[in-house]
């Protein structure tokens, strides 16, 4: 139910003009930040209640986003839910944390990535089965896709993030995809097992600031270095990821490349 004037608005209409995803929102009416009314198992925002949660957010005194120690708690947590497969539990303990200024990208490095360490390494040694670490990569990827931000204003650049034939990984491909967003970048993301040719081609027929190759197979880590190579001879900056580069220097890289093709 979308209204026009000054009228109540559906929930869906209400965060898109606060420029966040729709389950931001809902998180907002379940937690009291937004008042909302259910009619006829929708919820519905009073235009008034919408106007003073857009002054709160304009507000230059925003609350800090949780701490240090508060992330490691909550890294705890997500471990259990995703130990567990409790994928409600996961969402909660993600979308909480969003809603009270946590960045993507910082959910991603200290709330996710902790835990994916340990349950990778666990099955590593023999201690979890093979379905235990796909089913924990399918619910971090949903989540992520829940949580991805809708960004206002011009765009950074463009950014292309895949991953090449033979390196099956996509949630890495998926975690810088959703740490550039969160940086207000434009991204194209062709996921995993892209062959090189495809990429290249894709780079010459699309605006691309610049390429993000993950890396994370041992046995095509050639082959992704050989393809960004190919790809920056062809004029395209790129980032090759790997094991141990972190997210906050991916989005760095980015902006300096931004940067460059701007000179």
Not at 16 to 36: D, I, P, S
Not at 145 to 167: F, H, I, K, N, Q
Request: aromatic letters at 4%; glycine letters at 10%; a neutral charge.
């Amino acid at each position: 139910m979308t209204t026009t004037g000054g009228g109540p608005l559906d929930l869906r209409t209400a965060a898109a003009e606060l420029g966040v995803h729709y389950q931001t929102a809902y998180g907002w009416v379940r937690g009291g930040r937004l008042k909302a009314t259910l009619v006829g198992g929708r919820y519905v925002v009073a235009r008034a209640d919408l106007d003073a949660i857009m002054l709160e957010r304009s507000a230059p005194s925003d609350p800090k986003p949780p701490g240090a120690r508060r992330l490691a708690r909550a890294a705890e947590r997500m471990h259990d839910a995703l130990l567990e497969g409790d994928e409600p539990v996961a969402r909660q303990v993600a979308l909480g944390l969003v809603i009270e200024g946590t960045s993507i990208t910082d959910l991603i490095q200290m709330v996710f990535v902790p835990p994916l360490i340990r349950i990778g390494q666990a099955w590593h040694e023999g201690l979890l089965t093979i379905s235990v670490e796909h089913r924990t990569s399918g619910i971090v990827e949903r989540i992520l896709g829940e949580l991805a931000p809708r960004r206002r204003g011009r765009r950074r650049g463009t950014a292309l993030v895949a991953a090449v034939s033979g390196d099956n990984h996509a949630l890495p491909t998926s975690m810088a995809a959703a740490a550039l967003r969160d940086d207000n970048w434009k991204v194209e993301h062709l996921g995993a097992d892209m062959p090189p040719s495809e990429l290249l081609q894709f780079c010459a027929e699309h605006p691309v600031t610049v390429a993000v190759i993950s890396s994370t197979n041992p046995d095509t880590a050639e082959l992704a270095k050989k393809t960004a190579s190919e790809i920056l001879a062809a004029g395209t900056p790129v980032i090759l990821g790997g094991p141990g580069r972190t997210l906050r220097e991916l989005v760095d890289l980015a902006r300096q490349a931004s940067r460059t093709s701007r000179t």
